[in-house]
């Protein structure tokens, strides 16, 4: 970013709500981010809690008035659950209709009838990878590992041979891809493209979720050499494997907003006229709340019409969905608010104003404190959100694509290396049967796995792009 583009979103932005200079904005930023760490790691107070709580003590100390804090904060909240919360609900119904449907269950056994010997830990990663595109990582996790422990049972496989490949899918899609609510919120705070985002998401994810999946499973399974646990291994009752839905309509329902979003990134490519009637058309079907509603709605016909649900069932089924994403909706909307509260505060500004002569580039940065907050507490939407607003007026400069990279650079950071405050590590490890040093050896090394060659993926993008 040149000299002349900082002095100019200097004149553009708007009046900081504090006249504290820059060490008091320094002091306050580390305090509310410490009370946010405190209150997570040693109180466990939730995480919405401690985002108000952290917002409200960055206000304070950096000398604002606190009315005007409580304003920031709200307006912040407001515009993100605006922005982001419709997209959350319609993945959280789609989520819930491919799993009660037995639609997951369909395309886990087609895949794995497919593959067998040193090919299935790549089938995992497809596996895991089309069902983690819809699935918050919690819900996959659920859905997935019981299917992992099925197949190293029956098939005698290593269990880290076949789950650190599946866990990988998941976790990529989940700190890279949109429509999962961490992307979302970055991309809302940096005003990236979201179907730039997503293709290039994409592109980094498959080679990331290769190296730290197949590749690294394989260091994994002789590191740690365990059995699948007999009490976690489910039994699944075969009168459910006669009414699902079809191989070919549940794939197609789960990729449905992919494709839709990737068309309209592209057709915008292309096209590159806002007046041009099909850019006008390919710009309503392909924004995200629209492709995620068809996706529901066609999931209706393709998913719980062949697996026998009736009308009545359905309206159970949306708010049986909706009921667990509560917690998710307030954390990232208090984040939203926390980023607000840094741009008023002028924290925005002032990371402009120190780093416009840094060396670091914007991308390496944004993924060292999204890095940072990760480590301190533990929850990889807390660290998206958070260095999302610090670094969002480091985008205003930015071009389309450098943008998207600005949301993967974030994404990729707040992955690093899982573990006791981060509540997937002791889900995968109760899962898995392991003990804390191997869980460290398995799980968290293949999410810093992700984490740095994401990171490193995406600043070599944007030396070329």
Known sequence: MTRLSVEMLAADAPEPITSAGHAQL???VLAGIAVIVLLITKFKLHAFLSLTIGSLALGAIAGAPLDKVLTSFSAGLGTTVAGVGVLIALGAILGKML??????????DTILAKAGGRSMPWAMVLIASVIGLPLFFEVGIVLLIPVVLMVAKRGNYSLMRIGI????GLSVMHGLVPPHPGPLVAIDAVGADLG???ALGVLVAIPTVIIAGPVFSKYAARWVDVPAPEKMIPQRPSEELD???GFGATLF????PVILMLAKALVDIVVDDPENPAQRVFDVIGAPLIALLASVLVGIFTLLRPAGFSKERLSPLVEKSLMPIAGILLIVGAGGGFKQTLIDTGVGQMVLDVSKDWAIPALLLAWLIAVVIRLATGSATVATVSAAGLVAPLAADMSTTHAALLVLAIGAGSLFFSHVNDAGF???KEYFGLSVGQNIKTWSVMETIISVVAGGLVLLLSLVI
């Open 26 to 28: 320094g002091i306050a």
């Open 99 to 108: 799993a009660d449907s037995g639609g997951a269950d369909q395309i886990v």
């Open 165 to 168: 490949p599946a866990l990988a």
């Open 196 to 198: 730039v985002t997503l």
């Open 243 to 245: 009414r699902r839905p």
């Open 253 to 256: 329902t789960v990729l449905l």
């Open 426 to 428: 002791w889900l995968v």
